[in-house]
């Protein structure tokens, strides 16, 4: 049963424009939730992350949403660049589990010249 | 990668062989994971450690051992190695904060 679902396995935005990236949850046990960067043949890389009591983060260009009613977050990049080509992770972490990161399967960004 | 650092970068083993991957850090961080990464998945956990001397499972532990002698070092073993265990493992830190910190990798191929 996967707690993390992203359900885009890839997706292709212009140069400039704005990507949107989203992920939706089962477990509203869920304290913090973390987007994760990666590019091949290389670990993962820390991007931005949300608390389960806000609804908005922001770091330069990324910006993550948090529906908690909905059980979804979003991240937005604005805007896009080439550098932006990666897989971007979603993944949860419960407080009483030891900090354990919950991972989706991760989205393939394209960003096109 | 935030100080973490992986031992070797690519491994290839036949089945029933066995290794030991090591992950090091060079700062004094308490929490230490290892993970795996398969195609079209996300990063499952292997097993994690919360400071020297202590190991827990995490979701996929069968057929590895681990272990946290020292705390800058944590040690993933492949006892007798099976071809559904080729992967891509990397090791990761938590630093404080909510996020945790990855090493490059280790590819192993076990034919």
Known sequence: DQQVKQNSPSLSVQEGRISILNCDYTNSMFDYFLWYKKYPAEGPTFLISISSIKDKNEDGRFTVFLNKSAKHLSLHIVPSQPGDSAVYFCAA???DSNYQLIWGAGTKLIIKP | NAGVTQT???????????????????????????YRQDPGMGLRLIHYSVGEGTTAKGEVPDG????????????????????SQT??????????TDAQYFGPGTRLTVL
Not at chain 2, 67 to 83: D, I, T, V, Y
């Open chain 1, 93 to 95: 972490i419960s407080m």
């Open chain 2, 8 to 34: 070797p970068k690519f491994r290839v083993l036949k089945t029933g062989q066995s290794m030991t991957l090591l992950c090091a850090q060079d700062m004094n961080h308490e929490y230490m994971y290892w």
């Open chain 2, 64 to 83: 590895y051992n681990v272990s946290r002698l020292k705390k800058q070092n944590f040690l993933l073993g492949l006892e007798s190695a099976a071809p």
């Open chain 2, 87 to 96: 992967s891509v493992y990397f090791c990761a830190i938590r630093t404080g």
